[in-house]
């Protein structure tokens, strides 16, 4: 195998365009035949594993039509069967499944404390995580290892299974080296992201498509495609990390605004602007997000990676972690409740790059804190903890490559 993954990228990208599973079949642009490939396989995906009968009715597909796409999805390996089921009347039914090994895509989360790569198989399993630890994310840094990590990834699939790598996904944020009087970083540091444009740094590593998505609407996707999102149409996402962050769902869709950064959370106001004050309200972030955790046990002389496993509610932590809490939860439920307003949401869930022992209780203290707040001529959304915890990240941008080729709806995370 090649010593460089560019070259291991543009080699099977020859491979990739004669591999028929990948290219529209019959135009250039899709035509209905691939398209009802896509309903099927997004069906499969949101509902499990079902018989062509139930297939055809879900889909509103005649079963001839579900016949015919099911045998060139089998035949593509994008699909299998499963054992007959037995015990009804008539011949037994085959219930249809995605293939694990149908295609794969690879995540990239770049964070301002840590850069995870993740390789997702079609299911949306996480097959191999890499994760490389920093102070602060230098770029040229970062950049190596991400190219180390591809590489990495590559050899790992080996000549099989790298035809089917059908992309990169990227999650970071939109501002990587902002707030950075409040993380105490130089300026050259923090500046040195800002003529950055982090996919086509990635782009020029590899032949294979690259996506970008902000690092908490990437989470959001994660959501909605693997947990609670599936029920839920129009929920506000809240991910707690280092800063607080989220995403936006309407209609079970990712609303992403006119810049890309709706369901920004870490920026709402906590309180009313004061005409000549010296500085402006306070931001959810400043007290809502993981970094104030860390600070108060740094000033305390204890470890500061607490905050994100489960020493957080041992002792000596756990004195400080309860005052973190009681702020995290107030700003959040009048985050909550403002947005409600505005959106009228159905639902809010709120995860994060923590214990899942914390989450239980920072969820437990929202509800009590939006007991507070009056909900006279509003409906109170339910407040939900998330099912895919501190990889949603990187999970979320290995699905934007996988959605882009196998949804119906190639916008899907984009509108």
Request: net charge negative.
């Amino acid at each position: 195998m090649s010593d460089s993954f560019t070259e291991e990228a543009c080699a099977p990208q020859a491979a990739i365009d004669d591999v028929q599973w990948l290219q529209p079949r019959g135009s250039n642009q899709m035509g209905m035949s691939q398209f009802n490939e896509r309903v099927v396989l997004q069906a499969v995906r949101l509902h499990g594993s079902m018989p062509k009968a139930d297939l055809a009715r879900l889909t509103n597909l005649s079963t001839q039509t579900i016949s015919l796409i099911i045998n060139r999805l089998l035949d593509d390996g994008l699909v299998s069967k499963r054992a007959p089921v037995r015990g009804k009347v008539g011949q037994p039914s085959v219930p249809i499944m995605l293939n694990p090994d149908g295609a794969f895509s690879i995540g990239i989360k770049i964070g301002r404390r840590s850069l995870d790569v993740l390789l997702v198989d079609f299911v949306g399993k996480t097959r191999e995580r890499l994760s490389f630890p920093y102070s602060f994310p230098v770029p040229d840094t970062v950049f190596g290892q991400i190219e180390s990590a591809l590489k990495s990834m590559a050899v790992l699939l080996g000549p099989k299974l790298l035809p089917r790598l059908c992309g990169v996904g990227i999650a970071a944020p939109l501002g990587l080296g902002g707030w950075q009087n409040l993380l105490e970083m130089a300026p050259e540091q923090a500046n040195a992201w800002d003529s950055i444009d982090i996919g086509q740094r990635v782009q020029a590593m590899t032949a294979l498509p690259v996506e970008f998505a902000k690092d908490t609407a990437a989470a959001c996707v994660a959501e909605l495609v693997l947990g609670r999102g599936r029920s839920i149409k129009n929920f506000l996402y809240i991910f707690v990390d280092i800063f607080i962050g989220g995403g936006l769902v309407i209609n079970s869709h990712l609303h992403s605004g006119l810049h890309g950064n709706a369901g920004a959370v870490g920026s709402l106001p906590l309180g009313m602007a004061t005409a000549g004050a010296r500085h402006p309200p306070g931001q959810l972030l400043g007290d809502a997000s993981l970094f104030n955790l860390e600070q108060l046990y740094t000033l305390a002389g204890l470890d500061p990676a607490a905050a994100h496993d489960g020493r957080a509610l041992q002792e000596p932590f756990v004195t400080h972690t309860a005052a973190w809490l009681d702020d995290a939860a107030r700003a959040i439920a009048l985050s909550i409740t403002s947005a409600t307003c505005l959106l009228d949401l159905e639902g809010v869930i709120i995860d994060g790059s923590f214990d899942r022992g914390l989450l239980e209780q920072l969820l437990a203290q929202v509800e009590h804190a939006l007991e507070c707040y009056s909900w006279e001529g509003i409906a109170r959304p339910q407040v939900l903890g998330g099912t895919v915890g501190s990889d949603a990240r990187a999970v979320g941008g290995a699905f934007l490559p996988l959605y882009a080729h196998f949804a119906p709806d190639r916008d899907l995370f984009l509108k």
